[in-house]
């Protein structure tokens, strides 16, 4: 018997050698025939720790890995750009730390 594959988007690699997978498809409601979207989310196997948030993959069935992960990462179709500019470099205005004194604890004293 053939393993299930699946492709997807990579939402989450905080974790070591684990990335999560979102996976969507479409169903027909059974009464009102509308299409609607279901998504779910896998834990996939990363090996090299290669996927990176936003990336497009393919993941496979395999033995269980642990609790909640039994596929791996077989491929990454497509990689997500990430943009290297910073909000200094679009003129964007940086955020201002707010003051740590408190006025009202200096006139107790």
């Known amino acids: 018997m053939a393993r299930k594959r699946r492709v ?4 989450a690699d905080a974790r070591h050698k684990t990335v999560s997978v979102r996976v969507e498809r479409t169903v027909r409601h059974p ?3 509308k299409i609607m979207r279901r998504r779910k989310r896998f834990l996939a196997h990363d090996e090299l720790n290669d996927c990176k948030i936003g990336d497009r993959v393919v993941i496979e069935e395999c033995r269980p890995l642990s609790k909640r992960k ?7 179709l497509e990689r ?4 290297e500019i910073q909000p ?9 730390e707010p003051a740590t004194s408190v006025a009202g604890s200096e006139d107790s004293e």
């Open 88 to 96: 200094q470099e679009i003129g964007a205005p940086l955020l201002q």
């Open 31 to 33: 009464l009102y025939k």
């Open 70 to 76: 039994s596929w791996r990462v077989v491929e990454i």
């Open 8 to 11: 997807g988007f990579a939402v």
């Open 80 to 83: 997500r750009e990430v943009a």
